[in-house]
């Protein structure tokens, strides 16, 4: 069955009066807020270049946009260096963009966090920008095995509701890139999107069923190898997340992302990065929260569309 891209739905704008206060909802409860536990993995934004422009990218990569700038190998070297100092006990890095092998600096970024001791996981549309550089990925492959892991972004398992996202000519280079990657036997998970509304069986189902074709062992079943992310967009509506939420839906503030992870960013002409408090909220300065790990430590108030949809209601997570 070959599925086409699917029709736009006409969805509740969101509430204008929502996600104001950081205190407080707009029905005046307060609101759900999440202390960092520990910092389990540091993700890295190398820039919001990107190769393609999608068409509801959450961070707005395209050729154009270079709002979140190159960050250097030098300056992801300080935080690695500010990890091993304050003995964070940190496992994972997480290098995304934009796309992370426009960056100039990506390999020597790659060394350090893996020579570092580092799980390094890295963000990919696995096209031209990735292939550029196999010779030099296969060596880090030879060195660190799978201490390397790319997760590459297939948004459908068709290349019709794929590219309807992606834009067209995407589907075939990222299919060769990904062949390459499985060839090769790099540590590699998927990125799926809910784009066409079907139920979460049948899409693994139709994942798998690439992957057989393509000869990749990947276990779609495996919620870690084939992450499936919801859609998200900040003018819809969502509900507010309130303390009281915690025990109606069941879940524990040390389930979101921000009790595990940081995000450093570089702003187009900035002195330097800053820390944010995760991969979804770049821009947003409510959730800058300093230049250092250290200044970093402070309780996230869920006061954003995305921490609803995403974390809370959708039970996602951007790490491993």
């Not at 095995?145 to 996202?165: F, K, N, T």
């Not at 997340?241 to 992870?261: E, F, N, R, Y």
Request: charged share 25%; proline share 7%; glycine share 8%.
């Amino acid at each position: 069955m070959t599925l086409a891209a699917p029709a736009p739905l006409a969805l509740k704008p969101l509430d204008p009066a929502k996600f104001r206060d950081a205190d407080r909802t707009a029905k005046g409860e307060p609101r759900a807020r999440v202390a960092l536990k520990r910092l389990e993995t540091l993700w890295v934004n190398t820039g919001t270049l990107c190769n393609i422009t999608c068409l509801n990218c959450y961070i707005e990569s395209s050729p154009k946009n270079d709002r979140l700038a190159y960050i250097s190998r030098a300056e992801v070297k300080a935080y690695l260096d500010e990890i091993a100092a304050q003995g964070l006990g940190t496992r994972e890095i997480g290098l995304t963009g934009g796309e992370p092998f426009m960056n100039p600096d990506v390999l020597g970024i790659l060394e350090d966090c893996l020579s570092g001791g580092f799980r390094t996981l890295v963000l990919t549309n696995a096209m031209r920008p990735m292939q550029r550089h196999a010779k030099a990925l296969l060596a880090l492959r030879e060195r660190y095995g799978d201490q390397l892991a790319l997760r590459v972004s297939i948004d459908h398992y068709g290349p019709a509701v794929h590219e309807a996202e992606r834009g067209p000519r995407t589907w075939e280079p990222l299919m060769k890139g990904l062949r390459w990657l499985g060839q090769h036997g790099f540590n590699l998970a998927v990125a799926g999107r809910k784009l066409s509304g079907e139920a979460e069986g049948a899409m693994r189902a139709g994942y798998a069923r690439l992957f057989a074709e393509l000869g990749i062992p990947l276990d779609t079943q495996d919620p870690s190898r084939l992450v499936l992310f919801p859609e998200m967009d900040e003018r819809v509506d969502v509900p507010e997340v309130s303390t009281g939420c915690w025990a109606i839906l069941d879940k524990h503030p040390d389930q979101m992302m921000c009790a595990s992870s940081r995000m450093v960013v570089k702003r187009k002409g900035a002195d330097g990065p800053a820390v944010v408090a995760c991969t979804l909220l770049p821009y947003d300065p409510r959730f800058e929260l300093g230049g250092t790990l250290a200044d970093s430590r402070k309780v996230v108030p869920l006061n954003h569309p995305h921490c609803a949809k995403f974390c809370v209601l959708g039970g996602a997570s951007c790490s491993a």
